[in-house]
């Protein structure tokens, strides 16, 4: 007997449709140009430090928020309408109910009348205004210290006449010797002279030691210059944040770091291969003198250990920016350190991210950016 083997069935033609396979090369070409674009942008976030830009491109539509769908009714209108739909809406409403009729609890909460909320101050603001002070003239002033000093002799008489001190004896020099003392220095003129040497020294002594009483102690000049320096800081605190292309000069570095101590401000002077940023918080008065001294007086071009070749360098110009200046409640720091980032630029910003202003570093950042552009 015969046994018929296995047949293999022919299998039908599968057509696709046209277009399909250059569809999916478009869609995998498109898919790796953005993953280089996304490693690009990476390398330069980086590179700059910006690692939030790098962040925001590798987000994908499932790591989005999705927005809340809008609701049908809005809670504010939930409890007047009719029905859970603005449909109704277009239906009137007598006066009564919207005056809180009885018959309509829900409407008793709708009045003609107008509530105003109290206005408040801004925290920064002061309670009272500071009283003005009196500036008097050169004229006022002498004419004040005159009166001053004539009621202090009217005193001093007053008491003399009543016997309460005894008077003063008389001031005699050698200039007015003669007409003071005429028959004691006609009599022994030596005598007269020696003695009144003796007293001009001793009014000369009693002097200097009034002089010497009255003289501040190093320790109270020193408190006297801090209080003069110590602004109030209690409404708020002043901010000025400067960037500067090269800060490898000494004196530079040294300028500002003596002008910060002895304005007695906190901040960061943060010292970095591309970017160098100082950050200062203290009063308005000394805040102003010295922007003036990072913006006019420093001449950042100039170079002292430079100077025969100043003339035939071909580098680019330094210079100092204020790229951000406001007030804030408190303070960042609590005294003005210097920080010298040496590697990865982005550790600057993790280091200004102890204190809470990394965005000092995205300013510079940016502003480094837009000035090589231009």
């Known amino acids: 007997m015969r046994i018929k083997g296995a047949t293999r069935q022919p299998k039908a033609m599968k057509f696709n449709e046209a277009g399909k396979f250059i569809q999916l090369a478009q869609k995998q070409r498109a898919q790796s140009k953005l993953e280089e674009l996304q ?55 007598s006066q009564e109910e919207l005056l809180g009729s009885v018959a309509n609890p829900k409407y008793r909460e709708i009045t003609h009348l107008i509530e105003h909320p109290l206005s408040k101050p801004p925290p920064g603001a002061a309670e009272t205004a500071p009283p003005l002070s009196v500036v008097l003239t050169k004229k006022e002033r002498r004419k004040l210290r005159t009166q001053r000093r004539l009621e202090r002799q009217r005193e001093e008489q007053e008491k003399i006449r009543l016997g309460l001190i005894p008077p003063p004896p008389p001031k ?87 002008n910060a101590t002895q304005f007695l401000f906190t901040g960061l002077m943060l010292l970095s291969k591309d970017n160098n940023i100082v950050i200062i918080e203290g009063g308005p008065k000394g805040l102003r003198k010295f922007k003036r001294l990072m913006m006019v007086r420093i001449k950042w071009n100039e170079d002292v250990r430079n100077r025969k070749n100043q003339e035939d360098d071909k580098r680019p110009k330094n210079q100092c920016k204020l790229i951000w200046e406001g007030t804030r409640k408190t303070r960042y720091f609590s005294k003005f350190t210097t920080k010298l980032i040496t590697g990865d630029p982005s550790a600057a910003k993790e280091y200004l991210a102890k204190y809470n202003c990394q965005n000092f570093w995205d300013l510079a950042v940016c502003e480094n950016i837009v000035s090589e552009e231009v």
Not at 40 to 53: C, F, L, M, R, W
Not at 61 to 83: A, H, Q, R
């Open 172 to 258: 005699v020099r050698i200039a007015n010797l003669m007409r003071v003392l005429c028959s004691e220095a006609v009599q022994d003129p030596t005598k007269v002279e020696a003695t009144v040497r003796a007293q001009a020294a001793e009014r000369q002594k009693k002097h200097q030691k009034a002089n010497a009483e009255r003289q501040l102690t190093k320790e109270q000049r020193s408190a006297k210059k801090i209080a003069k320096l110590t602004e109030d800081t209690s409404q708020g605190v002043h901010i000025a944040v400067f960037r500067i292309d090269n800060l490898s000069n000494p004196q530079h570095k040294y300028k500002v770091e003596t």
């Open 39 to 93: 490693r690009q942008i990476a390398a330069t976030a980086k590179k700059t430090g910006i690692s939030t830009v790098a962040k925001r491109v590798m987000l994908t539509d499932d790591n989005l928020s999705k927005e809340d769908p809008v609701p049908e009714v809005e809670w504010w209108d939930k409890f007047i309408l009719v029905t859970e739909n603005y449909s109704s809406s277009d239906t009137p409403v």
